[in-house]
């Protein structure tokens, strides 16, 4: 493995602008729980794997849907054990190394999600690597109620600056196995540059999670119509950074994932979490539950589409 570049911070050192100050990263695009329930317990609809849209959304219904004629043969992994099976996603990792170290060297399956170019990621992929933890990229997309935001995808790119700006971006981490949206609820409304996103992810056969911080998310449409390997997010685990809230989200968790067989929940390297994390993945195991990486719990297609304009038809809203 190599080392690190000399050039790089070293780990002590204080280098985000935020270092990292984490109300000003997802927080703005978090919805209250209040609003989040409706969408988390909603049951599956079918075995497209629909995403879990409140009832005043736009999307297409139910029944529109399964007129779609979808050539591809969609596909759920479905668990050895039958147990339940829960993906834990660790965001915005990339600017404090040391907390990233103890997640990935917890002995769990964890999926960690890191911001490009921020002063750790090159390091946090490789603990991912040593550790055998999955690694995507946590790419940053426009918001809709911040002014400012780091470098990454926005609604005002046309298609040769976005294309030129995401590869930029997927080609800084080559060890990534899918992507997710950090922010982003701006950008992933936007149906045209989502689909833009899911052509580059085919040519690279990279899955798609959906961090859902926008009900009107065209995310899951658009990688059903590129029949790229998707899932969403069920569970934000830490909007209140105590412990005790932490933890009531868990049980938010178990629920959801014994009612529908498997659950995504999306957490961020707070202290908080961690020490949250450290009592409650043994707790999942010893209590039945299946901890796996998200990569195992996806909606995946037999074939892939070879038909750009059959995509471009193909579930829009």
């Given at each position: 493995m190599s080392s690190c570049s000399p050039k790089e911070p070293k780990p002590s050192q204080s280098t985000s602008p935020y270092e990292f100050d984490y109300e000003h990263s997802h927080q703005a695009e978090y919805k209250p729980q209040?609003?989040?329930?409706?969408?988390?317990?909603?049951?599956?609809?079918?075995a497209v794997s629909l995403p879990l849209i409140p009832s005043d959304s736009q999307a297409p219904s139910h029944s529109e849907e399964l007129n779609v004629d979808i050539t591809p043969t969609p596909f759920k992994?479905?668990?050895?054990?039958?147990?339940?099976?829960?993906?834990?996603?660790?965001?915005?990792?990339?600017?404090?190394?040391?907390?990233?170290?103890?997640i990935a060297e917890l002995p769990y399956a964890l999926t960690l999600a890191v911001i490009p170019e921020t002063p750790y990621a090159k390091q946090v992929a490789a603990l991912a690597e040593k550790q055998q933890q999955e690694l995507i990229l946590h790419i940053p997309m426009e918001p809709l109620?911040?002014?400012?935001?780091?470098?990454?995808?926005?609604?005002?790119?046309?298609?040769?600056?976005?294309?030129?700006?995401l590869k930029n971006l997927l080609d800084s981490e080559p060890r990534i196995v899918g992507v997710n949206n950090h922010g982003g609820s701006k950008l992933t409304a936007d149906r045209t540059r989502m689909e833009w996103l899911m052509e580059e992810l085919a040519t690279r056969d990279l899955y798609?999670?959906?961090?859902?911080?926008?009900?009107?998310?065209?995310?899951?449409?658009?990688?059903?119509?590129?029949?790229?390997?998707?899932?969403?997010?069920?569970?934000?685990?830490?909007?209140?950074?105590?412990e005790q809230a932490i933890s009531e989200q868990f049980q938010l968790l178990r629920s959801i994932a014994k009612r529908h067989g498997q659950a995504v929940a999306i957490g961020h390297p707070h202290d908080a979490t961690l020490a949250v994390l450290q009592q409650e993945?043994?707790?999942?195991?010893?209590?039945?539950?299946?901890?796996?990486?998200?990569?195992?719990?996806?909606?995946?297609?037999?074939?892939?589409?070879?038909?750009?304009?059959?995509?471009?038809?193909?579930?829009?809203?």
């Open positions: 209040t609003e989040l329930k409706q969408e988390q317990y909603a049951p599956p609809t079918t992994q479905e668990s050895d054990s039958g147990k339940p099976r829960i993906a834990i996603v660790i965001d915005d990792l990339g600017y404090n190394y040391r907390n990233a170290e103890t109620n911040r002014p400012k935001w780091e470098d990454g995808l926005s609604t005002h790119m046309q298609r040769a600056e976005f294309d030129s700006e798609f999670l959906d961090s859902r911080t926008n009900a009107q998310s065209q995310g899951i449409y658009a990688a059903q119509a590129h029949y790229i390997a998707h899932n969403q997010r069920d569970v934000f685990l830490d909007n209140q950074q105590e993945l043994p707790a999942l195991e010893a209590e039945g539950f299946e901890l796996v990486f998200c990569s195992e719990l996806l909606t995946r297609y037999t074939t892939k589409n070879t038909d750009p304009q059959q995509a471009k038809n193909t579930l829009s809203p």
